[in-house]
């Protein structure tokens, strides 16, 4: 483009994606404003863009996915596109038309584009029509729960119950067994409502063992329609992807042809315009359309590594009435990219929240960061809880796979807890390597669960003990002038992982190094140091390097890929005040974060069996079923039915017979 498209662009949107959009939109000299709310005030979004608006409260429904107050700040700030980014008001069409009435261009598909391929049924529909092939199944919007359980019979189980009105996994459910059917459409019907507005759902023929392969394709209002070839989403944990590559390592060229050729022609049948993705199930040799996203998608960086092309700039250029500048022939795939999605979570995946210590991501020679936030941001707990996107790109698919694995073992985060043990988990299985990848992977190799912490080696204590050195340094010009514990000439540092303590004793050798003493081993350090969030020390001559940060009375490090937390134990003879035990005999049930009580499954004084389901709490647009831990009689339920319930809450208290 010889001159911007556009001269200011509103990002509807917020974390990693809008600091994508916005980035791109300084390369190529547009202005920029960004939208938050009261929970995202100085996020990193709106540090970066040249205007910031607030649009309201912390939940989504009263911010993010308001209408009419965006619709407003189009027109304050005077922005003549709005970018919707991916998730929210992307796959809006109300929220289109709104942009437009407002004078605005879309930087996205059209809304009748939105409607016809946001319905999967009508998607459906269309793609037989454009001679591509779909999976087996029903579709009725109007069908009641009576007339699905008729059709899965008909099918034959297993079935997949999906929601017609969006993706992402949410309202889905695999139904095993005719016994089960009811409750399972009941909750998928109940999450397609809170996430879209819409409880129709359909069935589909449930593929045991599939590979999610999907083809990015980008259209202009010329009747130009193009594809970028294949991503590889297979590995995915609760309908949600959480590694993407580019290209496939299950496709031939003749596969390869036959797919993004089918690709784009439901793009032409549709009249589709600006990027979109047609996603496909391959079963051995055949392969079948799942759905179309009209929009952007997370995984789209492992594109823009293998093909040279910049989807966003794609993406503006067509919205401002350009032809695509690139015909078919010229698009080509070379090497290799690999996308891992960093996530703000706990051990049994549920969204986390809190200070950010310490996020420093790995750099260096075919490494790619896509970031919402930075050192110092806090993660609220209302939204997706992604941080970032890390990609890496090799000439070759194995030498891509080694460089995914060193990064993930540089990368550090301290203060929130993620998902990347699992990440580092999958990267180094054999199968990844291989490239022997389903939807199926996280569970037939054992990785769904959390795994057992490791033991905290003993350059993790040290550099922990460092650290503290370090700080006291600088905080008191000599650290052993300061300290509650001393020995004689020494300092004396303990810590408490687990049931496990060590004790640490530092003073001053010769020449301006410490000795330590770690659990009765002397160890000599020198040129020991804390910045940025990591902690330097070479320990008798060998350098030790990790990240580091202090949260109240725990020492926080990062060394090897790996994250510990050690207790900083009180003084002997100091009680710890409030201490006690839960009454016993009996269980408490605690909600992990807010959420609402959509189903109460018994009643207080009820007898209940070990892993009797007693609730289902949604969060996150997400429900979670909460079961007894062992027999016994329910004493208290206390939140009813559509119960708001703060994080912490309990639930229900079980009591033993």
């Known amino acids: 483009m010889d001159r911007p498209p556009f001269r200011k662009l509103l990002v509807a949107n917020r974390g990693e994606i809008s600091v994508r959009i916005i980035r791109a939109c300084?390369?190529?000299?547009?202005?920029t404003v960004a939208v938050y709310s009261e929970a995202d005030e100085g996020a990193m979004h709106c540090r970066l863009a040249d205007e910031a608006y607030p649009i309201g409260a912390a939940p989504a429904s009263e911010s993010y996915l308001n209408i009419e107050r965006l619709v407003e700040v189009v027109r304050e700030s005077g922005a003549e596109a709005v970018h919707p980014g991916y998730g929210f008001l992307a796959e809006s069409a109300a929220f289109a038309r709104a942009v437009e009435?407002?004078?605005?261009?879309?930087?996205g598909p059209t809304p009748e584009a939105m409607e016809a391929m946001g319905l999967k049924v009508r998607a459906k529909e269309l793609a037989r029509r454009a001679n591509v092939p779909t999976v087996p199944g029903y579709a009725d919007e109007n069908a009641t729960d009576e007339q699905l359980a008729t059709e899965a019979e008909r099918i034959g189980y297993p079935v997949l119950i999906k929601a017609s009105a969006g993706g992402g996994g949410r309202g889905m459910r695999a139904v095993a067994r005719p016994e089960d059917f009811e409750d399972a459409v009941q909750g998928a019907r109940r999450e397609a409502k809170a996430a879209f507005g819409d409880g129709a759902v359909f069935l589909e023929k449930l593929l045991e063992d599939p590979r999610h392969i999907e083809v990015q394709i980008i259209g202009d209002e010329h009747g130009g329609v193009i594809h970028l070839y294949e991503r590889e989403c297979s590995i995915q944990r609760r309908h949600q992807k959480v590694v993407e590559e580019a290209p496939s390592p299950a496709l031939d060229p003749t596969l390869r042809e036959a797919m993004c050729k089918a690709a784009v022609r439901l793009a032409q049948e549709v009249g589709y315009r600006n990027a979109?993705?047609?996603?496909?199930?391959?079963?051995g040799e055949d392969f079948y359309f799942l759905e179309m996203n009209a929009r952007l998608q997370v995984e789209h960086p492992v594109t823009e590594l293998v093909t040279g092309l910049d989807l966003?700039?794609?993406?503006?250029?067509?919205?401002?009435?350009?032809?695509?500048?690139?015909?078919?022939?010229?698009?080509?795939?070379r090497g290799s990219a690999i996308e891992m999605r960093l996530y703000a979570e706990d051990e049994g995946g549920l969204p986390a929240s809190g200070k950010l210590l310490v996020f420093a991501p790995p750099e260096g020679p075919g490494i790619r960061n896509d970031s919402g936030v930075e050192t110092g941001d806090v993660v609220p707990l209302h939204y997706d809880p992604m941080l970032a996107k890390l990609i890496v790109y090799a000439p070759e698919r194995k030498a891509a796979v080694l460089r995914l694995r060193q990064a993930l073992r540089d990368y550090t985060v301290l203060g929130v807890p993620t998902n990347l043990p699992l990440l580092r988990r999958i990267a180094d299985h054999p199968s990844f390597a291989a490239g022997d990848t389903t939807v199926n992977f996280l569970g037939k190799h054992g990785l769904t669960g959390a795994p057992t912490a490791p033991p905290v080696p003993r350059e993790a204590v040290l550099l922990a003990?460092?650290?503290?050195?370090?700080?006291r340094s600088f905080e008191y010009s000599d650290p052993f002038s300061a300290g509650p514990w001393r020995v004689g000439g020494a300092i004396r540092l303990r810590y408490l992982s687990g049931e496990e303590e060590h004790e640490i004793e530092a003073e001053r050798a010769k020449r301006g190094a410490l000795k330590l003493r770690l659990d009765g081993e002397e160890a000599f350090t020198e040129s020991l140091s804390v910045r940025d969030g990591r902690v330097q020390v070479v320990v008798d001559g060998r350098s030790l390097e990790g990240g580091f940060a202090v949260?109240?009375?725990e020492v926080l490090i990062s060394f090897e890929g790996q994250s510990y937390r050690l207790g900083k134990p009180l003084p002997p003879g100091v009680d710890e005040a409030g201490s006690g035990g839960a009454e016993a005999g009996r269980a408490n049930l605690v909600a992990p974060?807010?959420?609402?009580?959509?189903?109460v499954m018994a009643a207080e004084g009820d007898e209940v069996g070990e892993g009797q389901p007693l609730l289902v709490?949604?969060?996150?647009?997400?429900?979670?079923?909460?079961?007894?831990?062992?027999?016994g009689r329910v004493r208290a339920l206390p939140y009813a039915e559509g119960a708001s319930v703060p994080a912490g809450a309990v639930l229900a208290e079980i009591e033993e017979p």
Not at 101 to 107: I, K, L, P, Y
Not at 465 to 471: D, M, P, Y
Not at 593 to 599: E, F, N
């Open 26 to 31: 300084r390369e190529l000299g547009i202005r």
């Open 101 to 107: 009435g407002a004078g605005a261009v879309w930087v």
């Open 276 to 283: 979109g993705t047609v996603e496909f199930l391959l079963d």
């Open 312 to 333: 966003l700039h794609l993406q503006l250029a067509v919205a401002a009435g350009e032809p695509l500048p690139v015909p078919q022939e010229n698009v080509t795939l």
């Open 465 to 471: 003990a460092a650290g503290e050195l370090s700080r």
């Open 551 to 553: 949260r109240g009375g």
């Open 593 to 599: 974060m807010p959420g609402t009580v959509v189903k």
């Open 617 to 631: 709490l949604e969060a996150m647009k997400m429900e979670q079923t909460f079961a007894a831990p062992y027999a």
